[in-house]
């Protein structure tokens, strides 16, 4: 959210505070400034010019040499523009300025002034579009002011552009701070000055309202309170200078001067408004429902058609619906050039019913981002008469005697004990109950003295999430300043007559940083879309911060894809990545839901696995080398009887392998499908391995065995097989190494061949195998009898045919 400097100042006096203290100390209190711009900074060097005379270039038939006084300094300037003329108030650029876009530029460059000669003739500076001053698209001709527009006046403060724009980050529970006043609020706490909102002022010159329209509230739960007014006879128009650069400094686009003052209102105080045309309201009255079944099509003022749902909250006519409540108006009653009348509308909705609405449509407003996080239900009048009075201003017209303000029920400040005590031990403070009761009443939490410690406050309505103790507490820590609150270090002793297990993660974590991987932290909190991608049964958070953190993770892929795709942005492209980390399930029982919580690893490649070097060629990472992580991992655990089985591809992977241990599942590995790498833009491979960090751990062998150096040679020797092409080559070597028994020390493959002299649809894998006893030299009748028994196994477990044998 943007917020201007110099609206704030309209509310709160902040003389001698600079940009970075606001920035400080709103950060400080809970409201995160992410950046701050001072705009006037932009336009250092540039003024606002009078064109005195306009002359045909000598040398040029397309330029004009121009007398331009800059506070009656005659300057001489070449233009270009089609549209220059004599009696222009202008804004021009002086040597040593930056313009922000060069024009000519096909990127828009920014370029700084020089005075240089033009076609023979010097020109003293430039005479610049809206374009060129990054304030429009219009590259057609230069901006053209209104004619009493102050010659040689600065042109950031002519525009209004002398402010900063603070860029404000607000968590989901700080609805109150999504308007001016609302920060306005927040620094006059923080800096101890007083807080000035606006008091309108109006005159009811027109009929009563009661005979100029009528409101009718038949869903009052998804729509507490309705307030209006009416005006007549207003002129529709473009905005003044001080409103439409207002609006737009906060990033919504000028229309005109009601639907300007609307958004003005909001910005100011946070309460949405919408004015209809009265004439184009069916009986001049309107009716809050839900939509019958024959109006579940409807055209919004962005000239789309919208489906309708019968749980949508509509504002309606007599005939018709004219607007989704809280979300957006209708084309049938938008206000038009020759809207004489109007029905300004200032109203409460549920925030869930639009939370609602605007998902299933698709469509988030400015109003829709407010509403859903709860709007000040005795805000409506006061918004209600802050516009009106605005509309008159701009475009005149007589507003009608009365309001209309239908409630369902008083909305009063909720009723909070609070102990002094509980703060200062919770807080670690020792604060007094007065300077407590400061910091409460600095923003509008009214508290009355129940006894020496106990106070009772009162939260305001526009602070719906002050609802216990606990968080009124909490705003006295924001208030005084967490930063300000002593560190205090206490250190318990607790003595146990067990020794405490070795903590098996963090030797892990020293295996894994030893063979060259970086360890990643990843959020547990994902989007609902990326959760529900690896597994339908994720758990949903009850009140999310955001969209993105909506649910608990169901795998560690997707934040490790997220860290690749941050590496990438930056160059980074050979990556060995590892992370500890939890996964959540959701598991449908007879008493509601319950939850699993799994503790898992995570092994990440991509990249080069062996870059390029003047003696050898680099090559990439693949299965085979995050296979061959994972086993080199289980070893060092000290773990055995795991294996290796091939499944079909998924969504996130393919060439997958699971590993069992035990005959039970306890990880996957495989290369990641190019459909979960285009949701995060990689363009490259990706292997990722997810496995059962507590299933591993809980396996891995407390105690190490002592085995002596072996007392006889080994042998060594190879063998081939022919086997079909879809034969599993870990089976082979289980297999192998079955037959083999306590006289196996190793095995590996070192070649998979098909091609000339293999059948088609076998292939020929090569095994380098070494035995040795523990007793005696091993001999070639051993050796032989290991050979022609491994021949018959294999024939009949896989009908491998023997291809060749040697012993080295």
């Known amino acids: 959210m943007k917020i201007s400097r110099k609206w704030i100042e309209q509310l709160v006096d902040l003389n001698g505070v600079s940009d970075q203290d606001i920035a400080t100390r709103l950060t400080m209190a809970g409201i995160e400034v992410e950046s701050f711009e001072n705009l006037s900074e932009k336009y250092n060097g540039f003024v606002v010019g009078s064109v005195m005379e306009v002359v045909k270039h000598p040398n040029a038939d397309k330029l004009r040499l121009c007398q331009v006084d800059i506070a009656g300094e005659i300057k001489s300037i070449i233009c270009g523009a089609p549209n220059v003329s004599a009696g222009q108030k202008v804004p021009v650029g002086l040597v040593g300025a930056l313009v922000p876009h060069d024009q000519h530029d096909p990127d828009g460059k920014p370029f700084q002034l020089t005075r240089a000669k033009i076609r023979g003739i010097e020109s003293e500076g430039m005479i610049c579009s809206e374009y060129e001053l990054a304030l429009g698209d219009d590259k057609n001709g230069i901006m053209v002011f209104e004619e009493d527009a102050p010659t040689g006046k600065p042109l950031a403060e002519y525009l209004g552009m002398d402010d900063t724009i603070f860029e404000v ?225 701009t475009g005149g017209g007589t507003v009608a005697q009365g309001v209309i303000d239908i409630a369902s029920t008083k909305f009063a400040p909720r009723r909070i004990e609070l102990h002094v005590d509980q703060v200062n031990r919770l807080l670690g403070t020792r604060l007094a109950s007065g300077e407590i009761r400061r910091l409460l009443e600095s923003i509008e939490i009214h508290c009355d003295k129940k006894s020496e410690t106990i106070f009772v406050c009162f939260a305001p309505t526009f602070r719906g999430d002050l609802e216990r103790e606990v968080d009124l507490i909490e705003e006295v820590g924001r208030l005084y300043g967490y930063e300000k609150i002593e560190e205090q270090h206490q250190t318990r002793l607790v003595f146990d007559t067990r020794f405490k297990e070795t903590n098996n993660t963090e030797d892990l974590k020293g295996y894994l940083a030893g063979s060259g991987f970086n360890e990643i932290v990843t959020n547990s909190l994902q989007p609902t879309d990326v959760a529900g991608f690896h597994s339908e049964s994720f758990v949903k958070i009850a009140n999310p911060i955001s969209e993105d953190m909506a649910s608990l993770r169901t795998s560690l892929l997707p934040g490790a894809l997220q860290v690749v795709k941050l590496n990438l942005s930056y160059g980074l492209k050979d990556l060995k990545l590892f992370e500890m980390g939890r996964i959540y399930s959701s598991n449908g029982g007879s008493n509601g839901e319950s939850f699993a919580e799994t503790e898992m690893l995570s092994i990440l490649l991509t990249g080069s696995a062996d870059p ?146 293999i059948p088609e649809g076998k292939i020929s894998v090569a095994f380098s195998v070494i035995l040795g006893s523990d007793e005696r030299t091993l001999n070639d009748g051993d050796i032989a009898r290991f050979i022609e028994n491994a021949e018959s196994k294999l024939a009949k477990e896989f009908a491998a045919a023997l291809r060749k044998q040697s012993t080295k």
């Open 612 to 757: 390029i070097s003047f003696d050898r060629n680099g090559s990439e990472f693949d299965i085979f080398d995050l296979k061959t992580e994972v086993e080199r991992l289980l070893k060092h655990l000290n773990l055995d009887n795991w294996d290796f089985i091939p499944y079909d591809s998924t969504r996130e992977y393919k060439q997958v392998l699971k590993l069992f241990m035990n005959g039970s599942e306890v990880g996957i590995l495989g290369q990641v499908s190019e459909t979960a790498l285009d949701k995060f833009s990689i363009k490259q491979g990706v292997y990722f391995a997810e496995l059962n960090l507590a299933e591993i751990l809980s396996a891995r062998k407390k105690t190490n065995k002592f085995h002596p150096l072996p007392k006889f040679p080994f042998a060594s020797f190879d063998l081939a097989f022919i086997v079909d092409s879809s034969t599993p080559v870990g089976s082979l070597i289980n297999s192998l190494k079955s037959l083999a028994g306590n006289l196996f020390r190793d095995i590996y493959v070192f070649d998979i061949y098909s091609g000339s002299g």
């Open 169 to 393: 980050s607000l968590t989901p529970n700080r609805a109150d701070c999504l308007s001016h006043l609302g920060i306005a609020r927040e620094l006059s706490s923080a800096f101890s000055r007083k807080l000035n909102p606006k008091k309108p002022s109006l005159h009811e010159t027109g009929e009563p309202i009661a005979k100029a329209a009528k409101v009718e509230v038949s869903d009052p739960e998804l729509c507490p309170r309705y307030s209006a007014r009416v005006v007549k006879g207003i002129k529709i128009g473009r905005s003044p200078r001080w409103l439409r650069v207002a609006v737009e400094k906060a990033g919504m686009r000028s229309i005109n001067n009601v639907v300007d003052a609307t958004n003005y209102v909001m910005l100011e105080l946070g309460q949405p408004l919408h004015a209809f045309d009265l004439n184009l309201i069916e009986g001049h009255k309107i009716i809050v429902r839900r939509p019958h079944e024959s109006e579940m099509k409807f055209a919004t003022l962005d000239g789309k058609e919208r489906a309708l749902s019968s749980d949508m909250l509509m504002i309606c006519d007599k005939d018709s619906t004219i607007a989704i409540a809280g979300v957006m108006g209708g084309a049938n009653s938008e206000i038009n050039p020759v809207t004489t009348d109007i029905l300004i509308e200032s109203a409460n909705f549920s925030p869930s019913s639009v939370r609602r609405t605007s998902k299933k449509l698709g469509l988030s407003t400015e109003a829709s981002y407010r509403f859903e996080r709860g709007v000040d239900p005795n805000l409506t009048l006061a918004a209600l008469d802050r516009v009106t009075e605005i509309i008159v201003q």
